[in-house]
């Protein structure tokens, strides 16, 4: 099975700073297509999660621009370049690629605000 | 836009089944477009990805429910059911229904807004 590890799993962070969080898998997420079979996720408090990121590295519609993806493989970065209020929640990544298909989420980061 | 709405019994038996329904609206669940899923999430815990039914009725499941989950769609009702068996304490969760893309792989673009299952007797 594809194990997805966070880091870090808790995150204060002062608004209007920027914020980064690592996600490593312990295999490679990268389709022979070219696309990395990665997301991320936040779940705000009391609600259901919402998809930021697709592919490694898509903004999904409507999501500010101020959050980004990257990486390649098996290690992968979430950025936020500045921190609002309104960030505050768990952040998971997920994995898209295991065969047989399974999907399989991160621990979860804890954002909150200093 | 695509909704859906989780149903089903809050408090189920242990050794009985768990039956829930998503029910989508903005979107036919036999268009092609998704495949239509189950996570759910322990009270404080992380997410957990259950499964997940195309509009063909072909499904995928995690390994680690061992046979216990169904998941089956009803096209003329535009909505999906999950149905996991034996069910003990551990299987005490909020339950997501959501839809993923299929252009995007991973890409669960909506999300029922869950439904907490309590297994106790």
């Known amino acids: 099975d594809i194990v997805m590890t966070q880091s870090p799993l808790s995150l204060p962070v002062t608004p209007g700073e920027p914020a980064s969080i690592s996600c490593r898998s312990s295999?490679?997420?990268?389709?022979?297509?070219?696309?990395?079979?990665l997301g991320w996720y936040l779940q705000k408090p009391g609600q259901s999660p919402q998809v930021l990121i697709y592919?490694?590295?898509n903004r999904a519609s409507g999501v500010p621009d101020r959050f980004s993806g990257s990486g390649s493989g098996t290690d992968f970065t979430l950025k936020i370049s500045r921190v609002e209020a309104e960030d505050v929640g768990v952040y998971y990544c997920?994995?898209?690629?295991?065969?047989?298909?399974?999907?399989?989420f991160g621990q979860g980061t804890k954002l909150e605000i200093k | 836009q695509v909704q859906l709405q989780e149903s089903g019994p809050g408090l189920v038996k242990p050794s009985q089944t768990l039956s829930l329904t998503c029910t989508v609206s903005g979107g036919s669940i036999g268009s092609g477009s998704y495949y239509w899923t189950w996570i759910r999430q322990p009270a404080g815990k992380g997410l957990e990805w259950l499964g997940r039914i195309y509009s063909n009725g072909g499904t995928n499941y995690n390994p680690s429910l061992r046979s216990r989950a169904t998941i089956s769609l009803d096209t003329s009702k535009n909505h999906f059911s999950l149905n996991l068996s034996s069910v003990t304490a551990a299987d005490t969760a909020i339950y997501y229904c959501?839809?993923?893309?299929?252009?995007?792989?991973?890409?669960?673009?909506?999300w029922g807004q869950g439904t907490l299952v309590t297994v106790s007797s």
């Open positions: 295999q490679s997420l990268l389709h022979r297509n070219g696309h990395n079979y």
């Open positions: 997920m994995q898209a690629l295991q065969t047989p298909l399974m999907y399989s």
């Open positions: 959501a839809s993923e893309a299929m252009t995007a792989p991973g890409k669960l673009d909506y």
């Open positions: 592919l490694g590295s």
